[in-house]
């Protein structure tokens, strides 16, 4: 008994000199997330530059150690939906995604920052409101470059967008693409492709990318398929057509042999409220098909866009200024006020930004507030 002690003690004795590891940054008593949608587990988060070390039970100090006692810790989130492409020219911290965990910035919905040709870029500069730069790429790649460059706290990435494809070849038409254009689409989604562009977004609720059909985006979504990426789409319906919509998305993704996502899913309008367990049922027997569809959405019962969206589509042609011109003609705008059919009541659009200064006085009021402070009726 005695000798057995004995033989312990030096063994004892050198356990205790092992040096203690020592991480840049420990993060301890955390509620852990690790993504997988399990439950959470309580431990500690050892990191080291940019690598996380360890995760559990961690033995070790940190340089710099924070308690995570009564909080979460989690993946950074991925923002599907990011509007952040000039801010990020401004301001490459990303502050205000960065403060609410966001660490993914994914832009383009059927718009990108590239590939312009000169007039796209003209467009571009002069709609340019409180953030002033220069358009100094021309391609999607030049752009992500041009913000690698720049330096940006978060990761970021990009889809190329059809209508920003259809507006390079075709601008603002809305006619069926020839197949000579969209050959000439397809080549330059292929570059932006190349350029590292995620896979092909359409917004089809706007102009000019409503006006690809089924076929052409078929075609586009081809290559985006041939490079591993996915086709992503803002459908061109969220209430009336909804069905409708989801069904085109379900098409595109066979036809082409490609993932594809919808975008912030929803059923808009109380009374298309039902559709939504048809939507699950169509998504579900695709998947069951072997299709790849999914979706992301967020969680609140609200919608921002602009308020052009509210006209007819007639009257949306050809872009804003051709707009405004018919908004202008007298004997046109009788036409457009009996044509606007509103989903939601003017109670229930909230102006929340203004380019013009001069109406910035309005920000914050409800449409309803607007009309009855100008003595107008608001429908």
């Not at 997330?33 to 080291?48: E, H, K, M, R, T």
């Not at 530059?49 to 924070?66: F, N, P, S």
């Not at 959405?297 to 707009?323: K, N």
Request: glycine share 10%.
């Amino acid at each position: 008994m005695r000798l057995t002690n004995l033989l312990l003690l030096p063994v004892l004795i050198l356990a205790a000199c092992q040096p203690t590891e020592t991480y840049d940054i420990l993060i301890t008593n955390a509620t852990i997330y690790d993504g997988s949608g399990g439950a959470p587990v309580q431990g500690s988060i050892a990191i080291n530059a940019d690598t996380i070390a360890a995760i559990g039970e961690v033995k070790g100090t940190g340089k710099t150690t924070y308690d995570a006692g009564g909080k979460a810790v989690a993946p950074g989130f991925i923002n599907m939906l990011s509007w952040a492409n000039v801010a990020l020219i401004e301001d490459g911290r990303s502050l205000s995604d960065l403060k609410q965990g966001v660490t993914l910035e994914v832009m383009g919905e059927g718009r990108s920052m590239g590939p312009l040709n000169e007039e796209m870029k003209t467009e571009m500069k002069e709609n340019q409101s409180d953030i002033q730069y220069d358009i100094s790429w021309t391609t999607l790649g030049e752009y992500l470059q041009f913000l690698e460059n720049k330096g940006v706290a978060t990761n970021f990435a990009s889809f190329v967008g059809n209508g920003t494809l259809r507006q390079h070849v075709i601008g603002y038409e809305n006619r069926p693409a020839t197949p000579e254009e969209i050959e000439a689409m397809k080549e330059l989604a292929a570059q932006a492709m190349a350029e590292g562009a995620v896979g092909l977004s359409s917004s089809l609720l706007y102009a000019p990318s409503r006006y690809a059909s089924t076929a052409e985006l078929i075609e586009l979504s081809k290559v985006a398929s041939g490079y591993g990426g996915i086709y992503i789409s803002h459908i061109r319906s969220e209430g009336e057509e909804l069905l409708e919509s989801v069904q085109e998305l379900i098409d595109i993704a066979r036809g082409a042999d490609i993932p594809a996502e919808i975008y912030h899913l929803k059923a808009s309008g109380e009374r298309n409220w039902p559709k939504l367990d048809t939507v699950f049922a169509m998504i579900e027997a695709a998947r069951d098909e072997g299709l790849a569809i999914t979706a992301d959405m967020y969680t609140y019962p609200a919608s921002s866009t602009g308020l052009h969206t509210q006209l007819p589509e007639w009257v949306r042609e050809g872009g804003v200024e051709a707009a405004l011109e018919r908004m202008a003609d007298p004997a046109q705008r009788d036409k457009i006020l009996q044509d606007i059919e509103f989903e939601h009541g003017p109670d229930k659009i909230l102006l929340v930004g203004f380019r013009n200064p001069d109406l910035r006085q309005y920000q914050g009021k409800f449409l309803s507030e607007v009309a009855e402070a100008l003595g107008k009726p608001a429908t």
